[in-house]
């Protein structure tokens, strides 16, 4: 079984930074395309950012040039730095993977808990 764990969510200031980590569990072989998604009270869940294995990425408009996504192949973990936070970027925070190869077993669509970030003075 795999396991993908959210961390680094909290309480910031607007104008404040923080940096999500996702870190995929288990004996993984390969993990495809990564992501990051939240969801926002009362709203539906949005992607926020996408990396490839191979290292290409996209942002929802609302992030671009505040947020970048990352990954480390080496150690199953992507990452999310979040800059420059506005009130509207409160949400909970889910990572998300297409498809990840464990033991000889692909597990598609894997989510991990969330972490809640909340933007607040």
């Known amino acids: 079984q795999v396991q993908l764990v959210e961390s680094g969510g909290g309480l910031v200031q607007p104008g404040g930074s923080l940096r999500l980590s996702c870190a995929a569990s288990?004996?993984?072989?390969?993990?495809?395309?990564m992501g990051w998604y939240r969801q926002a009270p009362g709203k539906q869940r949005e992607l926020v950012a996408r990396?490839?294995?191979?290292?290409?990425?996209n942002y929802a408009d609302s992030v671009k040039g505040r947020f970048t996504i990352s990954r480390d192949n080496a150690k199953n973990t992507m990452y999310l730095q979040m800059n420059s936070l506005k009130p509207e970027d409160t949400a909970v925070y889910y990572c998300?993977?297409?498809?990840?190869?464990?033991?000889?077993?692909?597990?598609?669509?894997?989510w991990g808990q969330g972490t809640l970030v909340t933007v607040s003075s």
């Open positions: 990396i490839t294995s191979g290292g290409s990425t």
């Open positions: 998300n993977v297409d498809r990840i190869i464990s033991r000889g077993t692909s597990y598609f669509d894997v």
């Open positions: 288990g004996s993984i072989f390969s993990i495809n395309a």
